[in-house]
Nanobody, 121 residues
Framework: QLVESGGGSVQAGGSLRLSCAAS????????MAWFRQAPGEEREAVAA?????TTSYSDSVKGRFTISKDSNTLSLHMNSLKPEDTAMYYC????????????????????WGQGTQVTVS
């Protein structure tokens, strides 16, 4: 089970840190990612990180967001936030260990969190 936290409301230019806790399982060895979805929009991949700490970012967040992972938690540090970053943010995990990021994405996403809302005004 993946549980996100850290969302909230912030002014443009501000920062937030999202966390995703893996309950009952480790994050070690798993490729994991953050997605977001704004109302009326399709879900968008934001950032991913694999077991080698290789990372991938969407062009819209590159240079502003940083993804990281320790043995139990996936994090997303978001700086210089913009109103267009407003969305529900979800973490997701590959269900198979030791698979690398390919073409900017994890191979599959077997586990998803419930989401945490980020609002930038």
């Amino acid at each position: 089970q993946l549980v996100e936290s850290g969302g909230g409301s912030v002014q443009a230019g501000g920062s937030l840190r999202l966390s995703c806790a893996a309950s009952g399982r480790t994050t070690t060895g798993y490729c994991m990612a953050w997605f977001r979805q704004a109302p009326g929009e399709e879900r968008e991949a934001v950032a991913a990180i694999d077991f080698e700490a290789t990372t991938s970012y969407s062009d819209s967040v590159k240079g502003r967001f940083t993804i990281s992972k320790d043995s139990n938690t996936l994090s997303l540090h978001m700086n210089s936030l913009k109103p267009e970053d407003t969305a529900m943010y979800y973490c997701a995990s590959d269900g198979t260990r030791w698979r690398k990021i390919t073409n900017g994405s994890c191979s599959a996403y077997s586990f998803w969190g419930q989401g945490t809302q980020v609002t930038v005004s």
